[in-house]
């Protein structure tokens, strides 16, 4: 780790305030991403600001058909959330099985984002739900939001403040683990909303979480696994490493597909 | 029985402080002044070095000194095995500098040392360190290495470190010409990384008051460090030496070798004239412990009509790495080739042992060493026979088993078994396993979408690993015995410095148990020492399961000269002959009469000895004893595994796994279900998780735990353990060796499962580790082909 200097934001106001001043200042939320990062000598920014004293952005809070999560809100509460368990299952499901419990302690569904890792599980949720990421600035629909490997829509010092998730008709993540590091070596997330069917994948596409457009139709005409017997135009590159070649992940889009569309009932 | 003695599931000793965090493991010791080494490791798996610039580094804040191998001219780290080409003639014995003499040949090659006041400055500066490389072609891949042109080592033309033979190949060829059916097969056993909870530590120290250097490090052996870096490397003699291998946190062999980083530390605290600490990060314990296994080999087998076992013949490459660690080159060889007879009574075998150097971490002993690769093989090669000769896999073991009365079992590879009933074992693993009932697991699990597959494997393997005459016979370069020294306190209790190391086995308890039991004393009043070359007169540690066969063998040697001499200590107290005493539960007696001694008392009288007879009689009551077997043991047993798999994922679960092992007298059962039970999880991690991957360019693809994948708590399933036992007639407490056997038996059980799982889907192999991926491409492929006929 190089050495940096540490603030512990009060507000969202203090944090940006904080950035501006910072020659090469970066937020910290739980430290799950970043601090390993910083350990390999990865990053080297001038100014750490945390975002631990900002009470603004942590909490969960259901309004009709909209659930909204703050973004500094651990993987841990949304996981044993009632309210988020009520409204999304698919989502409290996908939370409690990221990483293991050190890490949905202390990691935040904000950083996941903004991290935009190709193999972590929200970024599926947020697309596949088709969530709106809130910021101090603006709202970005989750379509516009992750934008290639690691890279998202943010701008630079632009801080995610909450995402806000319409409740679906009935909504499955099916997450086939990497063996070795437990991220998704294929994650599925199939959502019927009133708008129609959504399907987002993460862990295959070469450049990150996308919609897979034949299942969506496909569903929306007969909303069952054995719809998804269909060739998969259309789909991006995918992730070729030694946990899985490209073909093993198409392959592992449909039998989660599958298996997401099953578990809907 | 001693509730405390031999056979008593006791508690371990040394959990009460590994479990409240009060072990002292050596980045626990800091030492008066100490400063902190960050070793620069190559990035590059083959290059010269043109030059290195340490100007901006040197001035770095907190910098004490930077040396490279300009500096650091000392003896090369050696080998500890000499092996004979099939000429005669020596293997090729490449330099192995501690910091890199003009060319790097892997990733992680050790450059330069930065010292400084802290770890965090001796890294920042390292970073400062201007190196440059000159990049050459990488060696990386085994298969091929022969074959390019590219040298790793100048000195080793084809990459070739020896080429090896056992048998009379035109005899066993021969044997080939004739036979009734011929099963032959590419096996590879993949590659791992030992993964040690603790990575390794060094601290060197130097006095100049006396001239005496400390080295504490995280070491199998201590003395064998002493020997290797006094002798060899330093030139610093024994008695300026003193080597610690305090708490170790797991070793499974990658602690057994002289590493470079040791001497490093130690020279260079001369030369800084203070301490230095020096510990491993974990993504540099991947790049410079040494790996284990990697080999290739073609392997057939021949059989007659009956089915019979009648040759056996391999060719395998193993992989050395870039250097040779200290016992890499007797794996594939002695501790390999030697058990090709497996449990059977194959008369003939021939193995052509290939050791090859690449631009890869050096590849050395790794639980099990060698015997986990014969087992692999012989027990893939079995279970592809009984398939392609319509046996079953309980059938062609069975018709093949050395028999019961036939030990001493003199094998055609040199080993001669002294006992075992390898029948026995199978008979108990097929009930504990119920096997009768397992076809009905698998249409229960077929009506389900899974494939369920059963895999057997019967193994021997060779541990306790000794004879001194024996292994110098074979090319070894030290002795193989063990020490221990018994001191009997004035108030009767005992310390033990034992010349075994431990980490992790519970030598504390089970050595304890051992004195509890033969003088009758609590099991509180009994410490092990070890790990200390100023404490414990002579050691050859750890390793091959050969703890309690020879080591608690040597503390049986000297506990018998204790008593010999409390025997006569009591007949001088109690007025009697020696001959005449009795001792039993710790108590001395004069036959046939009720004047008695405790044990207490005649060790207070031996440091108390108002009125001994100074000629017949010495004060004091402590022994040693060196004991040095007539031949190694020999452990066997029986592992099934059952296993379920997801046709659509490829996803292998292991539904249950059975070990039957025959370990010899068990002294714990308790420890031995624990060591087993350890194993296991080591050697499924092979079959289906781990595997260390190098790409053309010699980089590790599996340098962390994002992508080397270690077995954990919920890959395992509840393991179904039992023990047969045959006493090993060589030593007297009857005892093998339990330390490996798990991780040598387990994984061809966990292989022939998958297949036999997927042979009626039209596979007929599968590579370790099986993978979902690997799985699922096998499935396919097999489609795909079944498809297309
Ligand atoms: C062992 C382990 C296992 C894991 N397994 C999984 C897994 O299975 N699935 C999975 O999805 N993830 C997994 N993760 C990642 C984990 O979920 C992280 O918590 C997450 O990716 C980052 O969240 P964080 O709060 O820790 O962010 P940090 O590490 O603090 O920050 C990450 C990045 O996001 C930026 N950032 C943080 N908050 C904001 C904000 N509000 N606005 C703008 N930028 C922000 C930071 O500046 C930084 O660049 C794992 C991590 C570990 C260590």
């Known amino acids: 780790m190089y050495e940096f200097n540490y603030h512990k934001a009060s507000s969202v106001s203090d944090a940006e305030q904080a950035l501006r001043n910072a020659s090469d200042g970066k937020i910290v939320a ?43 809100t651990t993987h841990a ?50 697309l596949g739900l088709g969530a709106v990421i809130v910021t101090d600035k603006r709202e970005i629909v989750a379509d516009d939001f992750f934008t290639g490997l690691f890279e998202t829509a943010l701008d630079e010092h632009e801080i995610i403040t909450a995402i806000r998730f319409p409740k679906p008709e009935k909504a499955c993540y099916q997450k086939f683990p990497n063996p070795a590091s437990r991220y998704a070596l294929v994650g599925v997330m199939v959502a019927k909303m009133s708008s129609g069917v959504r399907v987002a994948v993460t862990g295959a596409g070469a450049d990150g979480v996308f919609r897979v457009d034949a299942f969506e139709s496909a569903l929306d005409g007969s909303f069952s696994a054995s719809s998804l017997d269909i060739e998969m135009v259309h789909l991006p590159d995918l992730l070729e490493d030694i946990h899985g070649s490209p073909g093993y992940r198409e392959n592992l889009i449909r039998v989660m597909g599958k298996r997401a569309v099953e578990a809907c009932g | 029985m001693n509730d405390t003695g031999i056979g008593a599931s006791v508690r371990r000793k040394e959990d009460f402080r590994f479990l409240t965090g009060q072990g002292t493991y050596t980045d626990d010791i800091n030492r008066p002044g100490q400063t902190y080494g960050y070793i620069l490791r190559s990035p590059v798996a083959h290059a010269k070095i043109n030059g290195i610039d340490l100007a901006e580094a040197k001035a770095a804040p907190g910098v004490v000194a930077i040396f490279t191998g300009d500096d650091m001219q000392v003896g090369s780290i050696p080998c500890g095995w000499g092996v004979n080409n099939k000429d005669g003639s020596p293997m090729n014995e490449p330099p192995h500098p501690a910091l890199a003499q003009g060319k790097v040949r892997h990733v992680g090659d050790q450059v330069a040392i930065v010292i400084a006041e802290s770890y965090a400055e001796a890294r920042a500066a390292a970073e400062l360190i201007d190196v440059d490389y000159e990049e050459l072609p990488a060696v990386a891949d085994l298969a091929t290495a022969l074959d390019q042109s590219t040298l ?11 080429d090896w033979e056992i048998g009379e190949e035109a005899q066993v060829n021969a044997i080939f010409e004739s036979a009734h059916h011929v099963t032959s097969m590419d096996i590879v056993n993949n590659r791992l990384v030992p993964n040690a909870m603790e990575p390794r530590a060094a601290i060197g120290e130097y006095d100049s008051a006396t001239g005496e250097y400390t080295l504490y490090t995280t070491s199998q052996n201590p003395h064998v460090i002493r020997l290797l870096m006094g002798a060899f490397v330093l030139q610093i003699p024994e008695h300026k030496l003193r080597v610690v291998a305090p708490d170790v946190g797991g070793g499974f062999g990658s602690k057994i070798f002289h590493y470079a980083e040791e001497a490093i530390v130690t020279w260079a605290a001369q030369k800084v004239r203070r301490p230095i600490k020096w510990r ?48 890499s ?27 090859v150097f690449t631009n890869t971490v050096p590849v050395d002993a790794y639980r099990g060493a060698g015997r986990p690769e014969a087992t692999y093989l012989l027990e893939r090669l079995v279970d592809r026979a009984a398939r392609e000769t319509g046996m079953s896999q309980s059938e062609i073991r069975r018709k093949n088993f050395i028999p019961e009365d036939a030990f001493p079992y003199q094998t055609p590879v040199a080993l001669q078994y002294d006992s075992g009933n390898y029948t026995a074992t199978l008979d108990r693993a097929e009930e504990l396993a119920d096997v009768a009932g397992f076809q009905a697991r698998r249409s229960e699990a077929a009506s389900r979408g899974k494939l369920r597959g059963l895999g057997y494997s019967t193994y021997v393997e060779a541990c306790g690993i000794a004879p001194s005459a024996v292994v110098g016979s074979l090319g070894a370069r030290a002795g193989l015995f063990e020490s221990a020294n018994i001191r009997v306190h004035p108030t009767g209790s005992v310390t033990v410095y034992t010349g075994s190391h431990s980490h992790g086995q519970g030598h504390e308890t089970t050595f304890a148990q051992l004195v509890s039991d033969s003088l009758g004393i609590p099991i509180e009043n009994v410490d092990i020492s070890h790990g200390d070359t100023n404490k414990v007169a002579f ?26 001499k409390s025997k006569k200590i009591a007949a001088h107290v109690l007025e009697a002959d020696s001959a005449d005493i009795e001792f039993k539960d710790g108590k001395f007696t004069v036959a046939g009469t009720d004047r008695e001694m405790a044990f207490g008392d005649v060790a207070l009288t031996a440091y108390v000895p108002h009125n001994f007879p100074h000629d017949e009689l010495e004060p004091g009551l402590e022994e040693q004893a060196f004991y040095d077997p007539m031949n190694f043991t020999y452990p066997a047993g029986c592992h099934i595994c059952e296993v379920e798999i997801d046709p659509d994922t490829g996803v292998v679960e292991v539904v249950a796994m059975t070990a039957m092992d025959d370990v010899g007298r068990v002294i714990n059962p308790m420890i031995v279900e624990g060591q087993i039970h350890g194993g296991l999880a080591q050697g499924i991690g092979q079959a289906l998780m781990e595997g260390a991957r190098y790409d053309d360019d010699g980089q590790l693809l599996t340098g962390s735990y994002m992508d080397y994948c270690m077995p954990r708590a919920d890959d395992l399933p509840d393991f179904k353990v039992g023990t047969t036992t045959t006493l090993c007639t060589h030593n007297s407490l009857g ?19 998958v297949v036999d799982a997927l042979w009626d889907q039209g596979v007929r192999d599968i590579a370790m580790p099986a993978t979902p991926n690997a799985v699922w491409n096998a499935l396919n492929g097999a489609k795909t082909a079944m498809a297309a006929e």
């Not at chain 1, 739980?30 to 080297?44: C, D, E, F, I, V």
């Not at chain 1, 949304?78 to 990691?107: K, T």
């Not at chain 2, 540690?541 to 506990?559: D, F, P, Q």
């Not at chain 2, 005892?735 to 499962?753: L, R, Y």
Request: aromatic share 4%.
């Open chain 2, 735 to 753: 005892v093998k060796g339990c330390g490996e056997v798990g991780a040598i038996g387990s994984p061809p059980a966990v292989i022939n499962a």
């Open chain 2, 329 to 355: 080159t007797c794996v594939p060889t002695y501790l390999h080739a030697t058990l090709l007879a497996g449990v059977y009574t194959t008369p003939a075998i021939y193995c052509n042992v290939k050791a």
């Open chain 2, 539 to 564: 050691g050859m540690g750890t390793y091959g399961s050969r703890s309690l066969a020879v080591g608690g063998e040597a503390i049986m040697k000297a506990l018998d000269k204790v008593i010999t």
């Open chain 1, 30 to 72: 739980g430290g799950q991403t970043l601090l390993p990062t910083l350990k390999q000598r990865l990053a080297s920014p001038s100014d750490l600001i945390d975002l631990g004293g900002c009470s603004e952005l942590c909490g969960i809070s259901v309004d009709g058909d909209t659930v909204t999560i703050g973004a500094m």
């Open chain 2, 280 to 327: 491993a990060e974990r993504s540099e314990s991947f790049l410079s412990d040494a790996h284990g296994r990697d080999h290739v080999t073609k392997a057939e087998l021949a059989l007659d009509q009956d089915g019979k076992f009648i040759g056996l013949r391999c060719y395998t490459k193993a992989n050395m790495g870039a250097y040779l660690s200290t016992f």
């Open chain 2, 152 to 162: 790793v080592h100048d000195e080793a033309p084809g990459n070739l470190c020896y």
């Open chain 1, 77 to 126: 509460m949304v996981a044993n959330s009632a309210e988020v368990q009520s409204a999304i299952p698919a989502l409290a499901g996908l939370a409690s099985n990221i990483g293991d419990a050190q890490v949905r302690n202390l990691g935040t569904i904000g950083g996941s984002i903004a991290n935009n890792d190709p193999a972590a599980d929200y970024p599926a949720a947020c």
